[in-house]
């Protein structure tokens, strides 16, 4: 649930916008609900994020404010126990900031950008919390709140130049621009700002760091399981789905679109979620749009080319990143070697499929064809777009330090395995803050009587910290981890974070290899019905 003021101290900052009350808590100065663009409701819906006009006096920011819309389920989903929780607005776009005192310290910024498959997720959660890395690492963090879902992701294709679409990235570009100008007056560094997110956060880190009006503004990412396996949209294609959810919301045009309740929008988007799912792939009703204006090409390119390829960056995926969303389906339980060989057969051909199939059954004994479908996958989207990345950057100059999270959870029989996000809390090392998810039951904290820690605590001491090191010099190592040397075409090294924490050469070869032959790499959208 959302935080809600209690007795700590209060804390005063005067910013040109106005002045801001916000509390101590737990030795930390923290300011909820700061407006960083003007609320994006009636002729704002589906515009690009406008300035605030600021405020008179002095604005309470001791409680979180809304969170953008989403679809929510009462009682959380049986792996993260939800995503975001009431109340729900359109007045969203504001965000949190977690410093250790608001003076001239000039500390380096943190930005986290939530994921949630672009349709769910709040800055706001306690989850994403900056507490622990503001007070760890003398850090000045800020969590942002953004339109996502069809609020900020539908293509309307009405716009004008830097208009048509990605509403998402003119509010974090916003985001971004508020920070640099403000961030001093919490104790931060504007000069030294890294950005980090995660699955479709970490789509959005890429997409601002390879952005013209960034240049210069982003000092390192931290890219946390990037889908960069999807293939987005161009206009024309995200138009058939425009067309589609207007006809879901019983609307004739976006101008009709303007005049519905954000209940009614959020509900049309279910039915989307329907008419673009496709058997074998990660269900994503709304996407980045390639329109050459506010988005010029996929971010996966943004690292690679012009002023953002000097950015220090840090990749990683977890082992089993499409156990999320697929081993707790029962439907994909019983799927049979030809379902999944045809599935394999879009990637490699007709040709090549068994032999595919075959690759990945020898690299999981035992495995059911659900296992091999859940490793190609995790393939296809995450692991294998990730290396692709390590090693165009190696190749010009410019590696990356690349990790795999490979720890498994007991949660659910063992069928989750080290699945997508379950990272976070360890990165994050706030494990009282993820009560509600139940992908972290049976992973114990540490024993105490003097005895030692357990497997869970002592590695998210050695990820929290490497976070650390990396945000504040752009390298993650730190006297508590074996030496991580960046990824480079020789060794390809990878760091392992499991029970125990190993820097490996080319862990992930094998997929590396095995999709070096693929016809495609991308994992396509489904088309509608």
């Known amino acids: 649930m959302p935080h809600s003021p209690g ?179 919490f104790g931060g560094d504007p000069d030294l700002i890294t950005v980090a997110g995660q699955s479709g956060g970490a789509v959005s880190t890429a997409a601002l760091a390879g952005h013209p009006e960034t240049r210069g503004l982003i000092r390192r990412v931290i890219l946390q399981s990037p889908p960069f396996g999807l293939d987005l949209p161009a206009p024309e294609a995200y138009l058939e789905r425009t067309a589609a959810y207007l006809e879901l919301a019983g609307a004739k045009d976006v101008a009709e679109l303007r005049t519905l309740p954000w209940q009614e929008l959020i509900g049309a988007a279910a039915g989307l979620f329907m008419q673009t799912m496709r058997w074998g792939y990660w269900p994503t009703p709304f996407l980045p749009v390639i329109d050459g204006t506010t988005l010029r090409s996929h971010p996966a390119q943004a690292l690679l080319n012009g ?126 803050q993820w009560a509600h998810a139940p992908f972290l039951a049976g992973l114990a904290p540490a024993v105490r009587d003097g005895l030692a820690p357990a497997v869970r605590d002592g590695l998210a001491y050695a990820m929290h910290r490497a976070w650390i090191a990396f945000v504040r010099t752009g390298d993650p190592n730190h006297p508590d981890l074996p030496h991580w040397q960046p990824y480079d075409s020789d060794a390809r090294t990878t760091m392992r974070f499991d029970s125990v924490v190993t820097a490996l050469g080319d862990l992930a070869g094998a997929s590396r290899l095995l999709h070096g032959s693929a016809r495609t790499s991308v994992h396509t959208s489904a088309p509608l019905t």
């Open 307 to 432: 002023a953002a390829a000097g950015i220090d960056v840090m990749i990683g995926w977890t082992r089993e990143e499409a156990n999320f969303g697929f081993a707790l389906d029962e439907g994909y339980a019983a799927a049979t070697r030809e379902q999944v060989t045809d599935r394999i057969a879009e990637t490699f051909g007709t040709e090549a499929a068994a032999d595919v199939y075959a690759a990945y059954e020898r690299a999981r004994p035992g495995a059911r064809p659900a296992d091999v479908l859940m490793d190609l996958i995790s393939d296809e989207l995450f692991r294998v777009p990730a290396i692709r990345l390590a090693e165009a950057r190696a190749a010009s100059g410019n590696p990356v330090w690349a990790y795999q999270f490979d720890l498994p959870t007991p949660a659910c029989e063992g069928r989750l395995g080290a699945a997508h996000c379950l990272e976070l809390p360890f990165v994050f090392d706030n494990f009282d």
């Open 7 to 185: 007795q700590d101290q209060a804390t005063v900052v005067d910013l040109p916008a106005g002045r801001l009350r916000g509390a101590t808590e737990h030795g930390v100065a923290v300011f909820r609900a700061v407006p960083y663009a003007a609320p994006p409701v009636g002729d704002l819906r589906w515009r690009p994020a406008q300035p605030h006009a600021g405020w008179s006096g002095t604005r309470d920011a001791t409680a979180d404010g809304p969170s953008a819309p989403q679809m929510y389920r009462e009682g959380g989903d049986p792996v993260l126990g939800g995503h975001g929780s009431p109340p729900f607005d359109e007045d969203c776009l504001t965000l949190n900031v977690w410093t250790p005192a608001a003076d001239g310290g000039r500390r380096p910024v943190l930005v986290w950008i939530h994921g949630g498959g672009f349709v769910s997720g709040s800055g706001s959660l306690p989850c994403y919390s900056g507490e622990t890395f503001a007070r760890d690492g003398d850090l000045v963090v800020v969590s942002i709140n953004y339109r996502i879902g069809p609020l900020g992701y539908l293509y309307t294709g009405e716009g004008g130049e830097g208009e048509d679409g990605n509403h998402w990235l003119s509010d974090q570009l916003a985001a971004l621009r508020w920070v640099k100008e403000n961030i001093a007056s």
